[in-house]
């Protein structure tokens, strides 16, 4: 049981390149999250999941796209980065039921946009 | 629409009880939550608390919410090195709704 797992950990991309950040949870959750964390800004709630098939705009959908390829995959796709895209992303998971709900959060992915 | 506030910095001497504040603007959030990130982590949840509740305690955390004045605060009674982190403030409507997170506050342990 790896939880919430985010790969690349790193990675550095020129202005204008692409991407995909890959986010899986083996805990057969149904809501799927994606953050981004920058110094003094706290988390902002890119793109969010609440069940396999739907994907809503959070706070920060600019420049982002997302893809809920299962119920285990959560995608982040940058089709054009920029340097305002610096950041460390996160992805978390939320179990479904009434009982306790903690989100689960994967380790991070560190991009740097030069 | 909804923002979670917070002040950045505590500095707060071991063995002290350590006081983090956090206000909402969202008069119909449901849930509120504490999440701690230590360094180079993901977050992890520390404690919630439902709209209905005044008050929550959990060991060393007490978590006191004043639904009048939109204000939540997290209490670590005898703090330790170890809870050096970042706390963050955290709300939804629904449980599984979006969570808007606050900024953070960076709590130091001074010796």
């Known amino acids: 049981n790896a939880g919430v797992t985010q790969t690349p950990k790193f990675q550095v991309l020129k202005t204008g390149q692409s991407m995909t950040l890959q986010c899986a949870q083996d805990?057969?959750?149904?809501?799927m999250y994606w953050y981004r964390q920058d110094p003094g800004m706290g988390l902002r709630l890119i793109y969010y999941?609440?069940?396999?098939?739907?994907?809503d705009k959070g706070e920060v959908p600019n420049g982002y796209n997302v893809s809920r390829l299962n119920k285990r995959e959560f995608s982040l796709r940058l089709e054009s980065a920029a340097p305002s895209q610096t950041s460390v992303y996160f992805c978390?998971?939320?179990?479904?039921?009434?009982?306790?709900?903690?989100?689960?959060f994967g380790n991070g992915t560190r991009l740097t946009v030069t | 629409g909804e923002d979670v506030e917070q002040s950045l910095f505590l500095s707060v001497r071991e063995g002290d009880s350590s006081v983090i504040n956090c206000t909402y603007t969202?008069?119909?959030?449901?849930?509120l939550y504490w999440y701690k990130q230590e360094p180079g982590a993901g977050l992890q949840l520390l404690t919630y608390?439902?709209?209905?509740?005044d008050m929550k305690q959990d060991q060393r955390l007490t978590v006191l919410l004043n639904k009048k004045d939109k204000h939540l605060s997290l209490r670590i009674a005898d703090t330790q090195t170890g809870d050096s982190a970042i706390y963050f403030c955290?709300?939804?409507?629904?449980?599984?709704?979006?969570?808007?997170f606050g900024k953070g506050t960076r709590l130091h342990i001074l010796p």
């Open positions: 955290a709300e939804s409507k629904n449980r599984d709704d979006k969570i808007i």
């Open positions: 805990m057969n959750h149904n809501s």
């Open positions: 999941s609440a069940s396999e098939g739907t994907t």
């Open positions: 608390i439902f709209s209905n509740m």
């Open positions: 978390a998971s939320m179990p479904p039921g009434t009982g306790d709900f903690p989100l689960h």
């Open positions: 969202d008069s119909s959030s449901t849930y």
